[in-house]
């Protein structure tokens, strides 16, 4: 037989391999939004595990099945590792984990950012994690304070104009 036939079959066989979820090592600072998310989802995802056991003759359902407790092994690790931030312990002045960030760039546009926890970033909500490079330039400054976002598009000046806290 062919090496390539060979080849081909342990290609095969190791698209079957399902791939755990990388977890990160850094602290996992969240929101309390954010923990409630983490929560909501694993309970949401043992439901799903629940149901889906109930059909161990369809290869679908099995696949699905493992997939969910792969998906429930990250999420209840991340709960384990959470560290629930108390905002109201912040100096309100000062942007930290959990702020809501209001700058304005060279061009005159205005843009609003929530620092937040890895698991809860999102850019359609302006949720930005407190690891990237945005959270980095913006943390520890005050309003009136320009920071310099480096960015790979090119560095960028932001004047902070406000920060709160929920």
Do not use: C
């Not at 060979?6 to 190791?14: G, Q, S, T, V, W």
């Not at 998906?71 to 930290?96: C, G, K, M, N, W």
């Amino acid at each position: 037989m062919s090496r390539a036939f060979l080849n081909e079959d342990k290609f095969a066989e190791a698209g079957d391999e399902l791939v755990e979820r990388p977890v990160s090592a850094q602290p996992n600072y969240v929101t309390a939004d954010g923990f409630k998310h983490l929560q909501e989802e694993a309970q949401r995802l043992e439901a799903l595990r629940n149901n889906l056991a109930n059909q161990k003759d369809d290869a679908f359902a099995t696949q699905r099945k493992a997939e969910v407790e792969r998906d429930l092994r990250y999420y209840s690790a991340r709960l384990e590792s959470a560290i629930l931030v108390d905002t109201s312990t912040h100096p309100q002045d000062e942007i930290r984990f959990g702020a809501i960030v209001s700058v304005e760039d060279e061009d005159g546009q205005l843009l609003q950012f929530n620092i937040v926890g890895e698991d809860e970033a999102d850019i359609v909500q302006h949720k930005v994690s407190w690891a990237s490079p945005l959270s980095k330039a913006l943390i520890g400054h005050k309003v009136n304070e320009t920071v310099n976002w480096k960015r790979p598009a090119g560095n960028a000046e932001l004047m902070i104009t406000a920060i709160y806290y929920l």
